[in-house]
């Protein structure tokens, strides 16, 4: 078994943080991205504001950051919006739910993707950027190359996985249905937006499935419903949308499937489930 470098941080929310403000970086500066340093700033206050009152109002032993910024992080690079008082709104509604709304012990949505549904449905000024992040070979590879690695540190690359070969099944199966060139699934495969939903957001190793055959089989659905959502009713952004209507499937597979319950490094690891069982709650 190879060892970890030393340089890499014990707990891979460290490397999101790091790979997800690079991305932001560098989509504000080069790509020149319709975000604002007030949007971002915006977002991470909200995000915070509502992690501290969080903390406080379930007693947690102390104030931890990481899981704000990783939302407000990725709000800032998939929601698009021209009043930054919703991005702030945004990352308080999404991390305010992770408290909120719980079973199991569990958070039961993504708080990102539900930062976005909530602020894209709940008002008109809003919406999520699909495919601004362009679709060079080189964007890919280093946005796939990057998450990979993320997700293998935290335990999550079978969702990744069996998300994107599902997705990529269902692109060629219709391209070759509607008798396109497959440069066209190849090209929809290269979107920023969709490399950034598989490796940091579907993957999220706390609202996920904790047995490894729920995650890829909850994975394969959320690329199933996607492609009918993006591809039938024609609405962008299919994906975020699939993932927040199954998100109520995984405390049903969690209950079929007893597995140990994830647990971020430092802290103390949860036992298997099994259904029924009081559950301990969890707030990171």
């Known amino acids: 078994m190879t060892s970890t470098p030393a340089w890499v941080p014990?707990?891979?929310?460290?490397?999101?943080?790091?790979?997800?403000?690079?991305?932001?970086?560098?989509?504000?500066?080069?790509?020149?991205?319709p975000v604002s340093p007030l949007q971002v700033a915006a977002t991470l206050g909200g995000a915070l504001i509502a992690q501290w009152v969080g903390t406080r109002a379930v007693r947690l032993p102390r104030f931890d950051p990481k899981s704000a910024i990783i939302t407000a992080l990725g709000?800032?690079?998939?929601?698009?919006?021209?009043?930054?008082?919703?991005?702030?709104?945004?990352?308080?509604?999404?991390?305010?739910?992770?408290?909120?709304?719980?079973?199991?012990?569990?958070?039961?949505?993504n708080p990102g993707m539900l930062g976005l549904v909530a602020i894209v449905w709940l008002t008109g000024d809003a919406w999520i950027s699909p495919g601004q992040w362009g679709s060079e070979t080189v964007l890919a590879f280093a946005l796939?190359?990057?998450?990979?690695?993320?997700?293998?540190?935290?335990?999550?690359?079978?969702?990744?996985?069996?998300?994107?070969?599902?997705?990529?099944?269902?692109?060629?199966?219709r391209a070759l249905w509607l008798g396109d060139p497959w440069a066209i699934p190849v090209h929809q495969l290269q979107n920023g937006a969709l490399l950034m939903f598989s490796f940091f957001m579907i993957s999220d190793p706390?609202?996920?499935?904790?047995?490894?055959?729920?995650?890829?089989?909850?994975?394969?659905?959320?690329?199933?419903?996607?492609?009918?959502?993006q591809f039938f009713l024609w609405r962008e952004s299919g994906p975020v949308w699939a993932l927040f209507l199954l998100s109520p499937l995984v405390p049903l597979l969690d209950a079929l499937i007893a597995a140990p319950r994830f647990s971020w490094p430092g802290t103390t690891p949860a036992p298997?489930?099994?259904?029924?069982?009081?559950?301990?709650?969890?707030?990171?």
């Open 10 to 33: 014990r707990d891979p929310r460290w490397l999101q943080i790091i790979i997800l403000s690079a991305l932001l970086l560098w989509g504000m500066a080069a790509l020149h991205l």
């Open 75 to 109: 709000l800032s690079i998939l929601l698009r919006t021209n009043a930054p008082e919703l991005g702030a709104l945004a990352g308080f509604i999404a991390i305010a739910a992770k408290f909120c709304i719980r079973v199991n012990g569990k958070h039961l949505f």
């Open 144 to 173: 796939a190359g990057a998450g990979f690695f993320v997700t293998l540190r935290s335990a999550r690359s079978d969702v990744t996985v069996a998300f994107l070969v599902t997705w990529a099944a269902i692109l060629f199966g």
């Open 206 to 229: 706390k609202t996920t499935p904790d047995a490894r055959w729920a995650r890829i089989l909850y994975a394969a659905l959320v690329a199933g419903v996607a492609g009918f959502i």
């Open 272 to 284: 298997a489930v099994r259904p029924g069982a009081a559950v301990a709650p969890t707030h990171s």
